[in-house]
């Protein structure tokens, strides 16, 4: 069988793969769609039912359902067999979260428990570590709960001020201090908690029972949305903690906080999913049934943009998502294959990942909110009404542009981490980015472009990535050393690489549909794409002329922005008919059937 071509994080801003090399939704096996759809039952007869219950926080309800879930194996999808889970592969992991992301609250629940809540023992910590926590928080015996976040300490994990300090005896480490917004708290068994062992510069990592004499956690805090997840503050008064229950090295805490982050960021990116896909069947359905002057809304043309526009967000997110997974998977293996054990060998790759990690975080989370916010208008009335889920669904989204670091802390991310892999040489962006600003006088407006019409597409997207090397040149060397200080522009660089991205993944999607389907299958995700490279041209181009323009006393201003609309140059579509007959599959199919 042919090896698959493997990008590395950022790489795709230099470098193009053939869409035999992407892997789509479209191929998840039988196994992979069986575990999907026992994650959909699940929700169908365990909490759909109750939504109102969970929400009103009812006392040991979360938990019952958390341990019914642990019993059906949805807690330890990710945990290695040995350790009483699954070990399926990463792509499996992603489209569990995506079918429980449909949960409302407990998808919140349930995704902290069995990701930031398992996976810091399962990853990092020593074979008796794993042995007494991940056996138990596999199957739902125990719970689980990250403790990071402190009040004076939220986007600046390292400025947090809860201390540890060795025993004489060196048997135990007494912890005192306050961490804040930790989801579970109210009934965790376990919590990864980050402290500084004495005056170190770094965090450390411990593993924290609730038991511990000491460990103080208040009532639940009232919140916007996700009122049925248990979020509360926990305090740590002289607790006990014992030598064995460091996590990883002394000093490793801040790297297993962010590493963690990283695999937070992606999960976020495919749990999102599940509720845009439920939203914009509920608002297609609801379409379907009411009438206003006596016609169904769904055949009206604004009530068709909205549904189309809700689907093609979605689907280009769900494309990058299962893009990017892949990659980790076989990221994964070549991990292993040099040596690393398989929790090593799977957060090295995850982490390796961080550029896509904050684009998928970021993307997915604003597609969620646009989803929602449209589900609530098309239902009118009814959609501000608690008497459906809808309103519920619409408080519950917002959270996610916080959850997992900031989408203002992950826009930065985008640009910066991908400039950095570029100055460690791990990809050749700072140097394509010189070629293309020293070739940009050559660039001609081109009349017609030749070929089939992926081959135009490629096209529209290589002149992209081309746009974004001449800003990223004209960006760097003008404001040199205090480029991250304008954060502004580096929004206006993150945004025109995040929509690279994304339109890439959503082009090479399309591409293998019609190679597995044929051209008829094809033909609606063909106006998803023709729509999405149409409106990207136009947001690349905005955000190139907002960097530009920001840059004070610039003297090749004209120049590149010349170059720049060269490069943003696609051919018109009918934008309106593409729309309608995206909206007109969705309704017709009464769901979400992309």
């Known amino acids: 069988m042919e090896k698959r071509k493997l990008l590395k994080s950022g790489e795709f801003l230099v470098a193009e793969i053939d869409a035999k090399d992407c892997f789509i939704p479209e191929e998840f096996n039988e196994e992979q769609l069986m575990m999907a759809k026992t994650c959909q039952d699940f929700l169908e007869t365990e909490v759909y039912p109750i939504l109102d219950r969970i929400d009103a926080a009812e006392p040991g309800l979360m938990p019952s359902l958390l341990k019914k879930a642990g019993e059906l194996g949805l807690l330890g999808v990710a945990v290695a067999e040995e350790y009483g889970g699954f070990g399926q592969p990463f792509v499996t992991q992603m489209l569990v979260g995506e079918k429980i992301g449909a949960g409302y609250s407990f998808s919140v629940a349930l995704m902290a428990h069995s990701g930031i809540g398992t996976l810091p023992i399962a990853y990092y910590g020593n074979e008796d570590q794993r042995q007494r926590y991940v056996t ?60 500084k062992i004495e ?54 805490g801040f790297r297993i906080a962010l590493t963690i982050l990283h695999m937070g960021r992606i999960k976020l990116g495919a749990n999102v999913l599940g509720a845009a896909k439920k939203a914009i069947t509920d608002a297609v359905r609801y379409a379907n049934e009411r009438k ?19 689907a093609i ?21 070549i991990n292993k294959n040099s040596g690393m054990d398989k929790g090593r060998a799977t957060i ?16 997915a989370s604003e597609a969620l909110d646009y989803v929602v916010d449209e589900n609530v208008q098309i239902h009118g009335g009814m959609g501000y009404s608690a008497e459906l889920t809808v309103e519920r669904g619409y408080r519950d989204s917002r959270i996610n542009r916080i959850f997992e670091g900031t989408n203002e802390i992950n826009r930065l991310l985008i640009f910066d981490t991908a400039l950095k892999k570029a100055m460690k040489n791990e990809i050749s962006f700072l140097a394509e980015a010189e070629k293309a600003y020293q070739e940009m006088d050559k660039l001609k407006e081109e009349k017609t472009i030749s070929g089939s019409y992926y081959d135009v597409k490629k096209h529209y997207l290589k002149n992209f ?36 991205y994304v339109t890439e993944s959503t082009a090479l999607r399309v591409e293998k549909i019609e190679a597995m389907k044929g051209a008829s299958a094809a033909s609606v995700y063909k106006h998803i794409l023709d ?12 955000q190139a002329h907002d960097a530009i323009y920001s ?22 579509v009918n934008v309106k008919n593409a729309r309608r007959a995206i909206a007109d599959r969705l309704i017709e199919d009464n769901r979400y059937s992309f």
């Open 465 to 500: 990535k081309k746009a974004i090397h001449i800003i990223t040149h004209a960006v760097t060397r003008h404001l040199g050393k205090s480029l991250m200080e304008q954060q502004e522009v580096v929004n206006n660089l993150a945004e025109m690489i995040m929509e690279l």
């Open 292 to 310: 206003q002057f006596n016609t169904r809304i769904a055949s009206f043309g604004a009530i068709k943009y909205k549904l189309a526009e809700m």
């Open 136 to 195: 138990k928080l596999a199957t739902g015996e125990y719970i689980g709960a990250y403790c990071l976040t402190e009040p004076g300490a939220g986007s600046d994990a390292n400025a947090g001020t809860t201390r540890a300090v060795p025993s004489p005896d060196g048997k135990y480490y007494i912890l005192n201090g306050q961490k804040m917004w930790i989801t579970n708290a109210g009934f965790a068994d376990v919590q990864v908690v980050f402290a």
């Open 313 to 333: 967000r979605t689907f280009t997110a769900e494309s990058a998502v299962y893009r990017v997974s892949k990659d980790i998977d076989d990221q994964i293996e």
């Open 551 to 572: 840059l004070d006393g610039f003297a090749d201003a004209g120049k590149v922005l010349k170059a720049v609309d060269v490069l943003t140059a696609v051919s018109p």
């Open 531 to 542: 729509v999405k490279v149409y409106d990207v041209a136009d947001i690349l181009r905005k």
């Open 348 to 363: 090295e790759a995850i982490t390796s990942y961080a550029v896509e990690a904050a684009i998928l975080k970021v993307y």
């Open 199 to 252: 005056n170190d510069r770094v965090l450390s990592a411990f593993i924290v029972e609730r038991k511990f004499p000491g460990v103080v956690v208040n009532p639940d805090e009232k919140k916007m949305g996700i009122k049925g997840s248990s979020t509360a503050q926990i305090f740590y008064n002289d607790v006990k903690v014992p030598a064995e229950n460091l996590l990883g090295k002394r000093g490793e």
